[in-house]
């Protein structure tokens, strides 16, 4: 499953990617989105993860915005069922 995210997102999900495969592939950004492809239960434990992550951020627009791709993912597994 591919989900696109915008380089901002990606700002946040980047320090995520050690501790998870959220990794892009090199040649992924694509008109200033960059596509990660992974199998729905590594997007799962990424979303499980990310919402960890936001629970204990102490800035509320970091939270805002863990929230946000988490919501993001959520849905892209939903509509990918």
């Given at each position: 499953?591919?989900?696109?995210?915008?380089?901002?997102?990606?700002?946040?999900l980047?320090?995520?990617?050690?501790?998870?495969?959220?990794?892009?592939?090199?040649?992924?950004?694509?008109?200033?989105?960059?596509?990660?492809?992974?199998?729905?239960?590594?997007?799962?434990?990424?979303?499980?993860?990310?919402?960890?992550?936001?629970?204990?951020?102490?800035?509320?627009?970091?939270?805002?915005?863990?929230?946000?791709?988490?919501?993001?993912?959520?849905?892209?597994?939903?509509?990918?069922?």
């Amino acid at each position: 499953m591919k989900i696109k995210f915008t380089k901002i997102e990606w700002e946040y999900l980047n320090p995520i990617s050690l501790y998870t495969d959220l990794i892009p592939e090199e040649g992924s950004e694509i008109d200033g989105l960059i596509e990660i492809e992974m199998s729905i239960g590594d997007w799962e434990e990424a979303s499980g993860f990310i919402a960890a992550e936001s629970n204990h951020a102490e800035e509320q627009d970091v939270q805002a915005q863990l929230d946000s791709i988490h919501d993001k993912i959520e849905k892209s597994m939903v509509q990918r069922n």
